[in-house]
């Protein structure tokens, strides 16, 4: 008796090009984004190789994903409707005119650069020093 054998769906993101996460990388870092690649993701049914998420430093607010399609770059944002590019750099240049922080993020950052501040005694102390 021959049994059938069903092969599952192929994913519907697909695993990136080294060059574009060396891309996505360099972009991340410039815009003090954390970078995170993960793998094997699977979100109402369907399956992803790769899914690249970017978090705010400042807060670990997660501010979008991306992940490659058969045709195309998606970006879905936190809040609001996933857009296609076809390339990476479109899509890292549709990210760079994107919303500013949320507050939370803004304020958390404003709170991380006061607290990087030397006091004036301290820094006069040190220079004298």
């Not at 993701?41 to 190789?49: P, S």
């Not at 998420?53 to 979008?64: G, Q």
């Not at 994903?65 to 879905?76: F, G, H, T, Y």
Request: a positive charge; aromatic letters at 6%; one cysteine or more.
């Amino acid at each position: 008796m021959d049994l059938l054998r069903a092969s599952p769906p192929p994913p519907v993101g697909l695993a990136f090009e080294i060059a574009d996460l060396l891309l996505l990388r360099g972009w991340a870092d410039y815009h003090h984004l954390r970078m995170v690649v993960e793998l094997d993701n699977a979100v109402a049914g369907e399956e992803y190789e790769e899914v690249v998420a970017f978090y705010d430093e400042a807060c670990s607010l997660r501010r979008w994903n991306l992940w490659r399609s058969a045709r195309d770059i998606v970006v879905q944002p936190l809040v609001g409707r996933a857009q296609r590019y076809a390339s990476v750099a479109d899509a890292l240049d549709s990210l760079t005119n994107a919303r500013p922080a949320p507050p939370a993020c803004k304020a958390a950052r404003a709170s991380a650069r006061r607290a990087r501040r030397v006091p004036r005694g301290v820094a006069a102390s040190r220079a004298n020093a």
